[in-house]
Nanobody, 125 residues
């Protein structure tokens, strides 16, 4: 059974940094797409960043390009989201997700079949 466990959320001032972690277990993820999404109160879940474990390409939402970096530790089966220059509008619950569908868009939440429980990120102004 696939498990995704996020950690690293918290409260930070605007301009600060946080690193989120997602520990993945239960499968061999070499063919999966791994993504981060976020959902702010009263808003729909939105794409943040993703990569395909079998390749080197990374994908980012325009709102986070240049500030956030998605990365991985293959040995630990862990995905990271380094978030720098945080803004109050980055406040949301952040979710790690995994997609087993090779043809699914990395940007589309409906293409992911496994989700973590989420971790809260709050950025104060």
């Amino acid at each position: 059974q696939v498990q995704l466990v996020e950690s690293g959320g918290g409260l930070v001032q605007a301009g600060g940094s946080l690193r989120l972690s997602c520990a993945a277990s239960g499968r061999t993820f070499s063919s999966y797409t791994m993504g981060w999404f976020r959902q702010a109160p009263g808003k729909e879940r939105e794409f943040v960043a993703a990569f395909r474990w079998s390749g080197t390409d990374t994908y980012y939402a325009d709102s986070v390009k240049g500030r956030f970096t998605i990365s991985r530790d293959n040995a630990k089966n862990t995905v990271y989201l380094q978030m720098n220059t945080l803004k109050p509008e980055d406040t949301a619950v952040y979710y790690c997700a995994a997609s087993s569908y090779a043809s699914a868009s990395a940007y589309y939440s409906g293409g992911y079949d496994y989700w973590g429980q989420g971790t809260q990120v709050t950025v104060s102004s």
